[in-house]
């Protein structure tokens, strides 16, 4: 078994779509990113990387790279678990929690488990996310950033 961490940390931006786990949540303002600025699928790819000893994210997926602009971090995602599949490992178990002050994250959780879940395929059952207000303090707390910590195992294949 391996495991390893993750974590990132997103500007919020008015005018973008907000992105967590995969899933499009209502709110004035969404993350800035290359990509579709999905801090909590960036955290849990960088801790599946770290468990495989495959360097982070940024490395294989440079924020150059117009292929990925604009792009479903899934999409980010099911090229981790390709690139674990490859070294033969799979993900068994994942938790995680986003630090927002708002809006509340947790009638998102269901979709959020089952999204990552079938892209990682495990069951939603072994994606735990939970979430954090930061008490009003700092820019997460003022609602001009989102963060996330993740925490990955694996296995053989
Ligand atoms: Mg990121």
Redesign the pocket.
């Given at each position: 078994m391996r495991v390893g961490i993750g974590y990132?940390y997103?500007r919020l931006e008015a005018g973008r779509k907000l992105i967590l786990g995969g899933v499009e949540i209502p709110h004035s303002k969404g993350l800035a990113?290359h990509s579709d600025g999905d801090?909590l699928t960036?955290a849990i790819c960088d801790a599946l990387l770290g468990a495989a000893g495959l360097g982070d994210?940024g490395q294989h997926f440079p924020d150059t790279d117009p292929k990925w602009k604009g792009a479903s971090s899934l999409k980010l995602l099911a090229q981790v678990v390709e690139m674990l599949r490859a070294k033969g490992l799979r993900p068994t178990q994942v938790d995680s929690v986003v630090l927002a002050e708002e809006p509340k994250l947790a009638p998102h959780f269901v979709r959020m488990r089952e999204t990552l879940a079938r892209v990682l395929g495990v069951e939603p059952a072994e994606v735990n996310v939970k979430a954090k207000t930061t008490e009003g303090l700092e820019a997460l707390g003022r609602g001009e950033a989102m963060a996330a910590q993740a925490i990955a195992l694996l296995e053989s294949a």
């Amino acid at each position: 078994m391996r495991v390893g961490i993750g974590y990132d940390y997103h500007r919020l931006e008015a005018g973008r779509k907000l992105i967590l786990g995969g899933v499009e949540i209502p709110h004035s303002k969404g993350l800035a990113g290359h990509s579709d600025g999905d801090v909590l699928t960036h955290a849990i790819c960088d801790a599946l990387l770290g468990a495989a000893g495959l360097g982070d994210l940024g490395q294989h997926f440079p924020d150059t790279d117009p292929k990925w602009k604009g792009a479903s971090s899934l999409k980010l995602l099911a090229q981790v678990v390709e690139m674990l599949r490859a070294k033969g490992l799979r993900p068994t178990q994942v938790d995680s929690v986003v630090l927002a002050e708002e809006p509340k994250l947790a009638p998102h959780f269901v979709r959020m488990r089952e999204t990552l879940a079938r892209v990682l395929g495990v069951e939603p059952a072994e994606v735990n996310v939970k979430a954090k207000t930061t008490e009003g303090l700092e820019a997460l707390g003022r609602g001009e950033a989102m963060a996330a910590q993740a925490i990955a195992l694996l296995e053989s294949a």
